[in-house]
């Protein structure tokens, strides 16, 4: 599957349907990453790296704040936004440009009223210290108790995860489509940057405890890389499968974290060969073990070997 409309579209409908409590915000705040990055593939615009992330990322939060306006009690979203917004590095500079464009159009348009009214209340909601007070301070423990109403509707987190592992599934899909295709460098890491992303929010949604940004980073760079090499080992030997392995081997040279990474599981596969297979669970520590171990260490070999 390549990536198009309807990926970047399903990644937009989870994120409008999810932002709300309970989602974990810095689980939205990585879709959000990732489906911007979708869009940019999606919709390319020849454009400057930071102007387009404000153009994509300011028609994704048009499309999040009209519908979220439409779609009735807005209470949930007044509860969650301030607080994600922070999350984010790509939401602020589109929020403005937002704010500047939806003002101006008025009420022109299905929803346009209904998004200056919720933008109206998100600021007053700043402006005057009120979000905690529009709940309640409802959190998982209060929720049903104290504001039946507005748990009526949450959304399930396994919804959520459903949903990010199908297009973390399309987006590994691609990366081997893409790199079998002899494509370049650029959009492999902008792909690859995708489904690390995705992965990232996976761990935030099943994660009750903090994590560590620049740790969670470096190990979802691993367990994407992990996953890649185990699928590349399940392909046929080929003229493609070569170029594939001299595209990773230049990138682990020009990237230091998928250089980081792919000696990180070079180590891995080695001590998973060494030890008795009674013993390969605990010296995983949580990371996912091989499908094929001989066909993954095989693999890391022949990348770095590659040229």
Do not use: C
């Amino acid at each position: 599957m390549t990536i198009d409309h309807e990926l970047a579209s399903s990644a937009s409908d989870l994120l409008v349907l999810h932002a709300q409590w309970p989602t974990p915000h810095d689980a939205w705040a990585k879709l959000f990453t990732a489906t911007l990055l979708l869009h940019e593939i999606a919709r390319p615009l020849q454009l400057p790296a930071e102007e387009r992330h404000v153009r994509v990322a300011t028609v994704i939060l048009r499309d999040l704040f009209t519908r979220t306006a439409l779609a009735g009690d807005v209470r949930p979203f007044r509860a969650f936004f301030p607080i994600v917004r922070e999350k984010s590095p790509f939401i602020a500079p589109a929020l403005r440009k937002v704010e500047e464009e939806i003002r101006a159009e008025g009420d022109r348009g299905a929803g346009q009223k209904e998004a200056v009214d919720l933008l109206t209340r998100l600021r007053e909601d700043a402006e005057a210290s009120m979000i905690r007070g529009l709940t309640g301070g409802i959190g998982a423990d209060a929720a049903e108790e104290d504001r039946p109403d507005l748990a009526e509707d949450f959304r399930n987190p396994e919804d959520l995860r459903r949903g990010l592992e199908a297009i973390a599934e399309a987006v590994t899909e691609d990366l081997l489509e893409w790199g079998l295709g002899e494509a370049g460098q650029e959009g492999f890491l902008h792909r690859f940057n995708i489904l690390v992303n995705l992965r990232e929010a996976l761990v935030f949604l099943r994660s009750g405890k903090p994590v560590k940004a620049s740790t969670l980073r470096q190990r979802m760079v691993e367990e994407s890389l992990q996953e890649i090499v185990e699928r590349l080992a399940e392909v046929p030997e080929s003229h493609d499968r070569q170029m594939f392995l001299r595209l990773l081997h230049h990138l682990s040279l020009r990237s230091q974290p998928v250089g980081d990474a792919m000696e990180a599981l070079r180590d891995y596969a080695r001590g998973l060969g060494k030890a008795a297979e009674s013993e390969r669970v605990r010296l995983a520590r949580g990371r996912p073990l091989p499908r094929n171990l001989e066909g993954m260490t095989v693999m890391l070999r022949d990348i770095k070997r590659a040229l």
